[in-house]
């Protein structure tokens, strides 16, 4: 039997340490939504999802930018996993 075309195999792309690091802070941050009570799971979800998709295309180049967003992002993280914090406003880095 012979090997599948080209075109038929999957292709594996290999991602950055950063955006490895995005997709694990963003992992870590549904996670910590899953302790907090279910009227404001909705609400923390929804803004982790907008936070993600606004800064979705970032120039992969703009290493100074993303770094910063994925600092910023882990201080949220900390808050979040905060039993004291129930709710929140969350402002505007841009």
């Given amino acids: 039997m012979s090997a599948p075309p080209q075109a038929a195999r999957a292709v594996k792309r290999s991602l950055s ?8 802070l963003h992992r ?4 910590a939504v899953r302790s907090k009570a279910p009227e404001a799971r909705v609400f923390f979800a ?5 936070a993600f ?7 992969p180049r703009d290493i100074f930018n993303i ?3 994925i600092r910023h992002g882990r201080k949220q993280l900390e808050l979040l996993r905060s ?12």
């Fill in 28 to 31: 870590d941050l549904l996670r």
């Fill in 67 to 69: 770094e910063h967003r």
């Fill in 53 to 59: 998709e606004t800064h979705r295309r970032l120039d």
């Fill in 46 to 50: 929804a803004q982790i999802r907008e």
């Fill in 17 to 24: 340490g950063l955006a490895k690091q995005a997709f694990s």
């Fill in 83 to 94: 039993p004291s914090v129930t709710g929140a406003h969350l402002t505007s880095v841009d």
